[in-house]
């Protein structure tokens, strides 16, 4: 079975803050991929990356950061200096071929960015 | 390039009220997803079409919810009769990957609100 989980549900951080979101997933497919999505309070998902299992290296775009740890089933996503502009609905989300790629996504952690 | 366009934002109908809603993907994806996302939860998926053939549907309520997706374009969802737990937001998205392939991004609408009275 697939299982995502972002045991934080709401996170305040004033700006220019590091945040840390954290993303535990469960699967038992050695082939998968792992998504992380921004939810604005316009409603629309926005994709932000993408990585498969098979590649762990971390990965940097500009103030966000991810962390991909096999060994504990993690991809967590950082965001450095944080803006007002971040405030957003974060997802996790797991999504396997075998399984005709569903998306499997977690609850979301909400961040507030307080100016 | 226009994005996933969906209607209406928001509707808001009495209980066992027929309801529709519609999303236009963007162009050239041939895989289409309704899901359904209720407050302070994930998307869960509803229905997922490879062109115009529904090939994942197990999560969709039947007996009230069918949703279809003539000419592999635009897709409707439709509740009849509405209920109070029906409440949620309807997103619609889409994806250049099918089936197996590695999974390409979802690119998702903005979803229509449901207010169920």
């Known amino acids: 079975a697939q299982k995502v989980t972002q045991a934080q549900t709401e996170i305040s951080v004033v700006e220019k803050e590091d945040v840390t979101l954290d993303c535990v997933y469960e699967t038992r497919d050695t082939t998968y991929y792992l998504f992380w999505y921004k939810q604005p309070p316009s409603g629309e998902l926005v994709f932000l990356i993408r990585?498969?299992?098979?590649?762990?290296q971390n990965e940097i775009s500009g103030r966000y950061s991810w962390n991909f740890q096999k060994s504990t089933s993690s991809f967590n996503f950082t965001i450095t200096a944080s803006q007002v502009v971040d405030s957003a609905v974060y997802f996790c989300?797991?999504?396997?071929?075998?399984?005709?790629?569903?998306?499997?996504f977690g609850t979301g952690t909400s961040l507030t960015v307080i100016p | 390039e226009a994005g996933v366009v969906q209607s209406p934002r928001y509707k808001i109908i009495e209980k066992k009220q027929p309801v529709a809603f519609w999303c236009n993907p963007i162009s050239g994806h041939n895989t289409l997803y309704w899901y359904l996302q209720n407050l302070g939860q994930g998307p869960e998926l509803l229905i997922r079409?490879?062109?115009?053939?529904?090939?994942?549907d197990s999560q969709l309520p039947k007996d009230r919810f069918s949703a279809e997706r003539l000419k592999g374009v635009d897709s409707t969802l439709k509740i009849q009769p509405a209920e109070l737990g029906d409440s949620a937001v309807y997103l619609c998205?889409?994806?250049?990957?099918?089936?197996?392939?590695?999974?390409?991004?979802?690119?998702f609408g903005e979803g229509s609100r449901l207010t169920v009275l």
């Open positions: 079409y490879e062109n115009e053939e529904a090939v994942d």
């Open positions: 998205a889409s994806s250049l990957a099918r089936g197996t392939e590695f999974p390409g991004e979802l690119f």
């Open positions: 990585r498969n299992s098979f590649d762990e």
């Open positions: 989300a797991l999504s396997a071929p075998h399984t005709g790629n569903q998306f499997y």
